[in-house]
């Protein structure tokens, strides 16, 4: 999971929704919902300088929790968070794997697969227009969007 809390409000908000699943815990030393009163975790820029210490609580925390469940919770509280996926959990979403791997051949007959790389401007996807280039000693991708080339 990443969490990109960056406002006390959000911090607090965090410390709240964490607190509610570990309430019951009596190995936690300290309620979730008191840390944001500690000093070393009163402002972002404490939170950062504390980080390791910091960690600690979280980490305790959010292990308990099953992900989709905290992800929900912590969209419902307006708290930023995302999931971070293993490559079969992102190929398994629907649409994904459709819209997202690209399949070409090489002039020699080879099956030349790659990722389309998104890109947003102004918050509209841009798709990735992708050129291969061949010639008999190697292959060379050239994308006006980046791309990743998975050998076939």
């Given at each position: 999971m990443i969490l990109a809390v960056g406002?006390?409000?959000?911090?607090?908000?965090?410390?709240?929704?964490?607190?509610?699943?570990?309430?019951?815990?009596?190995?936690?030393?300290?309620?979730?919902?008191?840390?944001?009163?500690?000093?070393?975790?009163?402002?972002?820029?404490?939170?950062?300088?504390?980080?390791?210490?910091?960690?600690?609580?979280?980490?305790?925390?959010?292990?308990?929790?099953?992900?989709?469940?905290?992800?929900?919770?912590?969209?419902?509280?307006?708290?930023?968070?995302g999931a971070v996926r293993t490559m079969d959990e992102v190929f398994g979403l629907p649409g994904v794997k459709e819209s997202m791997v690209l399949e070409g051949q090489l002039p020699n007959g080879d099956t030349i697969r790659g990722v389309r790389a998104i890109s947003f401007v102004d918050s509209s996807p841009l798709p990735s227009l992708h050129h291969y280039?061949?010639?008999?000693?190697?292959?060379?991708?050239?994308?006006?969007?980046?791309a990743v080339v998975v050998s076939p």
């Open positions: 406002t006390d409000a959000q911090f607090q908000q965090l410390c709240r929704v964490l607190n509610e699943y570990c309430v019951d815990d009596d190995d936690d030393e300290e309620s979730l919902s008191l840390l944001w009163n500690d000093e070393r975790f009163k402002t972002n820029t404490m939170r950062v300088q504390h980080n390791d210490a910091l960690k600690v609580h979280l980490q305790r925390a959010i292990g308990k929790i099953e992900r989709n469940e905290l992800l929900s919770r912590l969209n419902e509280a307006s708290v930023p968070a280039h061949h010639d008999d000693t190697n292959m060379k991708v050239s994308t006006r969007s980046p």
